[in-house]
């Protein structure tokens, strides 16, 4: 057993050059659409100066350079508002004191119930029952600048302590850029039209 790799060129954006598109795939009878594997390479140099290929496999397009750069720069800037808020003495406080409201509770059931009732977890119980360690571990993996305030009233303390923090990463997170597409459906090929009949 091997591999079959098939290729075929698209024009690149500016329609002077070309993309080669090549997809892997097992060389077996049971082979299937996650095995199959996509690669994409800009080759007009000019195009691949200003264009880069974006995601994976069936998901590939050509974005810009540029608009990527852009929007890893609003990333860092919320991901770094992020854990500045996280860091928090007063946060680290509040997720230990949640973590023993939760394990001062009868049972994981309960302790499922409650969340489920407060709209902080989603997990079927027994899923829950399965991930459950400790309350402590809950709060550290499921504290976080979307349910802050909302757990401080919870514990009976003042969520608004919170909100100007909050804010500041939620309106980086809504200055985050997304990246256009340039060119969407790379790795598709195009089937010739069949000739009409004489």
């Given at each position: 057993?091997?591999?079959?790799?098939?290729?075929?060129?698209?024009?690149?954006?500016?329609?002077?050059?070309?993309?080669?598109?090549?997809?892997?795939?097992?060389?077996?009878?049971?082979?299937?659409?996650?095995?199959?594997?996509?690669?994409?390479?800009?080759?007009?140099?000019?195009?691949?100066?200003?264009?880069?290929?974006?995601?994976?496999?069936?998901?590939?397009?050509?974005?810009?350079?540029?608009?990527?750069?852009?929007?890893?720069?609003?990333?860092?800037?919320?991901?770094?508002?992020?854990?500045?808020l996280?860091?928090?003495?007063?946060?680290?406080?509040?997720?230990?004191?949640?973590?023993?409201?939760?394990?001062?509770?009868?049972?994981?059931?309960?302790?499922?119930?409650?969340?489920?009732?407060?709209?902080?977890?989603?997990?079927?119980?027994?899923?829950?029952?399965?991930?459950?360690?400790?309350?402590?571990?809950?709060?550290e993996?499921?504290?976080?600048?979307?349910?802050?305030?909302?757990?401080?009233?919870?514990?009976?303390?003042?969520g608004?302590?919170?909100?100007?923090?909050?804010?500041?990463?939620?309106?980086?997170?809504?200055?985050?850029?997304?990246v256009p597409?340039?060119?969407?459906r790379?790795?598709?090929?195009?089937?010739?039209?069949?000739?009409?009949?004489?």
């Amino acid at each position: 057993m091997g591999t079959d790799r098939s290729e075929h060129r698209k024009p690149c954006p500016c329609g002077k050059g070309t993309i080669l598109v090549g997809c892997n795939s097992p060389d077996h009878g049971w082979a299937s659409a996650y095995s199959v594997h996509w690669d994409c390479e800009i080759e007009w140099p000019d195009c691949r100066r200003d264009y880069v290929v974006d995601g994976t496999d069936q998901s590939m397009r050509i974005v810009r350079r540029s608009d990527v750069a852009t929007a890893a720069v609003g990333r860092q800037a919320h991901d770094a508002a992020y854990r500045r808020l996280m860091a928090l003495p007063e946060v680290a406080a509040l997720k230990r004191d949640f973590g023993i409201h939760l394990d001062a509770m009868r049972t994981v059931a309960a302790i499922h119930r409650y969340l489920t009732a407060e709209g902080l977890e989603s997990y079927a119980i027994g899923s829950f029952r399965k991930h459950w360690n400790c309350g402590a571990a809950w709060a550290e993996q499921h504290v976080g600048s979307w349910n802050l305030s909302k757990i401080a009233n919870l514990l009976a303390q003042d969520g608004s302590r919170f909100a100007t923090d909050v804010a500041a990463v939620e309106t980086l997170k809504t200055a985050i850029t997304g990246v256009p597409t340039v060119m969407a459906r790379i790795t598709q090929w195009e089937i010739p039209p069949i000739p009409p009949r004489h």
